[in-house]
C-alpha cells in the first residue's frame, strides 16, 4: 500500500479552504445584491426626477452580480479539480 503523500494531503486542504472562502463570497455577493435589487424596485416606484440614482444603482446591482456568478464559477472550478485528484486505494484523495 503507498502513502499518501503529505503535498497531496495540503494541496486538498488548500482547495477546500479555497472552496470554503469563496462560497462565503458568493453568499456575501448575493446577500448584497438582494439588498441593491431591493433598493432598485423602491427608487423605480417612487420615481425620482433625477434617474442618475437608479442608473448608477443598476450598475452596482451588475457589479454585485459578477462578482456573484464569478464566486460561482471558482467554486466549481476548484470542485472539479478536487474530484480530479487521483484517489489511493481505499478511495482518498
Not at 23 to 31: E, H, K, Q
Not at 74 to 92: C, F, N, S, V, Y
Request: charged share 30%.
Amino acid at each position: 500500500m503507498s502513502s499518501i503523500k503529505p503535498e497531496r494531503l495540503s494541496l486538498k486542504a488548500e482547495i477546500k479552504a479555497d472552496i470554503a472562502t469563496m462560497s462565503d463570497i458568493a453568499n456575501v455577493s448575493l446577500a448584497t445584491l438582494r439588498q441593491y435589487q431591493t433598493m432598485l424596485i423602491t427608487l423605480r416606484r417612487e420615481k425620482p426626477c433625477p434617474r442618475w440614482g437608479r442608473s448608477r444603482l443598476l450598475f452596482v446591482c451588475r457589479e454585485a452580480r459578477h462578482a456573484y456568478q464569478g464566486a460561482s464559477e471558482t467554486i466549481a472550478i476548484a470542485r472539479k479539480t478536487l474530484d480530479a485528484m487521483p484517489r489511493d486505494r481505499e478511495g482518498r484523495a
